[in-house]
């Protein structure tokens, strides 16, 4: 009769074991799907997002800022503007020939390169780099030109920020006056973001 009693009681925690993981499984189906009380969310409606301090809409992506960057070294390589010089010349080049012009050797070989640096919102700062290379002069001379300008997007448009932008734009050298702009000196003075 102990054989059967122990065979009995081996039976009965079997039996609890197996209601024990069943009842365990159907809470957790129970768990993951949706309460009958709660409305089915349909697949344009909202979803309300859950508050953290992290959680704050993004402004500009690095990817669209840097298109709209590469956007801008573009425009500042082939837009023209017209200005007439102090000596009564007036040019229509683009910004970075009227920047070479600067220079004042009209038979220099010459290269140059744009970048585009984002300020905030709608402002970029951009620097063209320029290399005169005098070959008349014996060694070649070789100068280096720095023509910093703010662009404004949203007035599309150019300003200058150091002495060579403005000498560029206007045809007037800010340094050779009798009181020379400080703000403008040197010509080629770099400007910090």
Not at 50 to 69: D, E, V, Y
Not at 73 to 87: C, I, K, P, S
Not at 157 to 164: I, L, P, Q, V
Request: hydrophobic residues 35%; contains cysteine; proline residues 8%.
């Amino acid at each position: 009769m102990n054989r059967t009693f122990v065979v009995a009681q081996i039976a009965a925690i079997c039996l609890c074991v197996v209601m024990a993981v069943g009842c365990g499984e159907e809470e957790t189906h129970i768990a993951a799907t949706p309460s009958a009380t709660a409305p089915a969310a349909t697949p344009g409606s909202p979803q309300p997002a859950s508050p953290s301090p992290g959680n704050t809409p993004a402004t500009a992506g690095a990817t669209s800022i840097s298109s709209r960057g590469e956007e801008v070294e573009t425009l500042a390589n082939t837009v023209v503007r017209t200005v007439t010089w102090e000596d009564g010349t007036t040019y229509e080049e683009t910004i970075s020939d009227l920047v070479f012009r600067t220079a004042d050797k009209p038979d220099a070989g010459h290269g140059h390169r744009v970048v585009a640096s984002w300020l905030d919102g709608a402002r970029w700062q951009v620097t063209i780099f320029m290399r005169v290379v005098d070959r008349s002069t014996e060694p070649e001379t070789v100068t280096d030109l720095r023509a910093e300008f703010y662009y404004d997007e949203e007035k599309d448009d150019f300003t200058a920020a150091n002495g060579r932008a403005l000498f560029a734009l206007t045809g007037r050298d800010p340094c050779t006056s009798g009181q020379p702009e400080p703000d403008y000196c040197p010509l080629d003075k770099e400007v910090r973001p």
